[in-house]
């Protein structure tokens, strides 16, 4: 069987593994923010993600749309069968997108767990100094010291 060439769905292919590719960059360094407490930098990384990742499910409609004619169904497997078949061109891109997206999703699960550990850590701190400060009395309800000087032994009495 001949190839099936078709100029628009290898355009396509390029286009979803570039932004992929850029989907990872982001993940990599989101990574590395958070593992170097750097997070004030994490609410612009988060606007580029949002708008990366709305990006690449209009390119994946695009596939879609492209692939439609020609795949039944369009999960995976189905894509991977009918470019084994007809187009080894888009397959490597195919295998390339397929790698990258297991990438961006194994960062994700990383930066979710990184995530959810400083938020454990900040709600530890924050309880252990809650306690310290309801322990120690030294402020009332109304934020005034509780504490009166001239209650008690002076420091300089025996």
């Given at each position: 069987?001949l190839?099936?060439?078709?100029?628009?769905l290898l355009?396509?292919?390029?286009?979803?593994?570039?932004?992929?590719?850029?989907?990872v960059e982001?993940?990599?360094?989101?990574?590395?923010?958070?593992?170097?407490?750097?997070?004030?930098?994490?609410?612009?990384?988060?606007?580029?993600?949002?708008?990366?990742?709305?990006?690449l499910n209009?390119?994946t409609?695009?596939?879609?749309?492209?692939?439609?004619g020609?795949?039944?169904?369009?999960?995976?497997?189905?894509?991977?069968?009918?470019?084994?078949?007809n187009n080894?061109?888009c397959?490597?891109?195919?295998?390339?997108?397929?790698?990258?997206?297991?990438?961006?999703?194994?960062?994700?699960h990383?930066?979710?767990?990184l995530?959810?550990?400083?938020?454990?850590?900040?709600?530890?701190s924050?309880?252990?100094?809650?306690?310290?400060?309801?322990?120690?009395n030294?402020?009332?309800?109304?934020?005034q010291t509780?504490?009166?000087?001239?209650?008690g032994?002076?420091?300089g009495?025996?």
């Amino acid at each position: 069987m001949l190839p099936i060439i078709c100029p628009e769905l290898l355009t396509a292919l390029k286009n979803e593994q570039t932004a992929v590719r850029g989907f990872v960059e982001l993940l990599q360094q989101e990574q590395t923010l958070l593992m170097e407490n750097s997070i004030d930098q994490l609410p612009l990384l988060t606007e580029k993600k949002s708008a990366d990742a709305l990006r690449l499910n209009e390119l994946t409609e695009i596939r879609r749309q492209l692939l439609a004619g020609f795949v039944a169904g369009s999960d995976s497997a189905a894509i991977l069968i009918w470019l084994e078949a007809n187009n080894k061109e888009c397959l490597s891109l195919w295998h390339a997108i397929s790698d990258l997206a297991e990438q961006a999703r194994v960062l994700n699960h990383i930066n979710g767990e990184l995530v959810q550990m400083k938020l454990r850590h900040n709600q530890q701190s924050l309880t252990t100094l809650t306690r310290a400060v309801s322990q120690a009395n030294l402020y009332g309800p109304n934020g005034q010291t509780s504490f009166s000087p001239g209650s008690g032994r002076s420091l300089g009495n025996v």
